[in-house]
């Protein structure tokens, strides 16, 4: 058993992401603790790096940059699709999130900002890219 996180750690905690506002993103805090194996791909990249070296047993709080969060927003992800384009029947609701299933089968969301008759404005952006962000953690347990 190891006491602090590894890149190949399997961890037991809990974890808040919010804005610097305080408007929470996600938080396990008020649920069962998640349980992750480091490198999987179940949490960010960015936000697994913050994790390493850290003990168990502890509590922290790190303000992070966009660049160290989410990313930067990325106006490339940011697309106008033909209304005709989307697949039939698929529910449009402005200031809601529309998944999409990829030619491979992966799945992928997208934020729609705007809707009119003939078109849909899409943000394929992560909802907190471009943000700063307060990440704070518990780690209860390292395998």
């Known amino acids: ?3 602090t996180v590894r890149s190949d750690s399997y961890l037991t905690l809990h974890y808040r992401v919010t804005a610097l506002d305080g408007e929470e993103f996600l938080s396990t805090f008020d649920m069962s603790p998640a349980t ?4 999987s791909g179940q949490l960010a990249e960015n936000l697994e790096n913050v994790l ?3 003990n168990a047993g502890e509590h922290y709080v790190f303000e ?3 660049e160290q969060a ?3 927003h990325n106006e490339r992800l940011v697309e106008r699709i033909a209304r005709n384009g989307l697949p039939a029947g698929m529910e449009l609701k ?7 299933t990829a030619p491979n089968g ?11 008759e003939t078109s849909a404005l899409f943000d394929f952006n992560h909802p907190m ?6 990440f704070e953690v518990k780690i209860i347990g390292i395998m």
């Open 1 to 3: 058993m190891s006491t």
């Open 36 to 39: 992750l194996q480091m490198g």
């Open 52 to 54: 390493l070296g850290l």
């Open 64 to 66: 992070l940059e966009p």
């Open 70 to 72: 989410f990313g930067v």
């Open 94 to 100: 402005e200031n809601s999130v529309v998944e999409f």
């Open 106 to 116: 992966a799945t992928f969301a997208g934020f729609l900002r705007e809707l009119d």
């Open 129 to 134: 890219a471009g943000k700063p962000i307060r």
